[in-house]
């Protein structure tokens, strides 16, 4: 079992929580939602200002690791849905910085990210609703599409998978989920504090995507990311988990 897998010719799902695809040399991430903690706090819920270390030490891996040219954020960059608070205004340009100083940085702009415009706008930063690119076409899932051109990868949904041990232990991981037949690759989220979808047992009208609402999860394969082992191909499919 590696750190990472590959899916097919050219798309790689990574250790990362990131699809690499490499006949563009990008990789798309999703689900950031930086500023969290500082929208807890405002709610009197106060939790240490990790999420942004994280977020970086993992995508500095990643472009270590894998190499590629671009990086491309599919949605919910931000939390905050109304105005940017104070923390992430900070916290944006400390990444959009990050990244700069490393890659070329595509936004594709999800339902959290009101009012991100301004901040990418000082960076040049390109911030799109959808986004085709070769191949690929990469949206943050949150709005309905009917159609696309080759593969669609998206976010949003925060998929994960539960797993029994032998004792009956449970423990939930977060996980890609692929469907070759329709064509669609969701990305886990890179926030630490994202719960999401357990795909192990879910109804078709609680999911988040309408995407995913119209063509259900049956039959999707589902990859979970293990902290010492990355990617895992178990042979799990929603549905028969």
Do not use: C
């Amino acid at each position: 079992m590696a750190k990472a897998l590959r899916l097919d010719e050219s798309l790689i799902i990574t250790r990362h929580g990131a699809a690499v695809l490499e006949d563009v040399s990008a990789a798309v991430i999703a689900d950031l939602h930086i500023g969290f903690e500082g929208v807890m706090a405002q709610k009197g819920l106060f939790l240490p200002k990790v999420q942004l270390e994280a977020i970086i030490e993992n995508l500095e891996a990643l472009i270590s690791e894998m190499g590629p040219d671009i990086l491309i954020v599919a949605g919910d960059l931000k939390h905050e849905f109304s105005k940017n608070i104070s923390q992430e205004w900070s916290e944006v340009r400390r990444f959009l910085d990050f990244v700069l100083e490393r890659v070329e940085l595509i936004v594709v702009r999800g339902n959290h990210d009101n009012y991100l415009g301004a901040i990418l706008a000082e960076r040049g930063v390109p911030f799109v609703r959808k986004l085709e690119m070769g191949r690929w076409t990469i949206v943050h899932g949150h709005e309905m599409l009917e159609d696309w051109k080759g593969t669609l990868i998206m976010g949003h949904e925060h998929p994960s998978i539960s797993i029994r041990d032998e004792v009956g232990a449970v423990y939930r991981f977060p996980a890609f989920l692929y469907s070759r037949e329709r064509r669609i690759l969701v990305l886990p989220p890179q926030s630490i504090y994202a719960s999401g979808t357990d795909v192990s047992a879910y109804s078709r009208e609680d999911l988040l995507s309408p995407i995913l609402r119209e063509f259900g999860l049956e039959g999707f394969e589902a990859y979970p990311i293990m902290e010492d082992l990355g990617v895992v191909d178990l042979g799990m499919r929603v549905g028969a988990v």
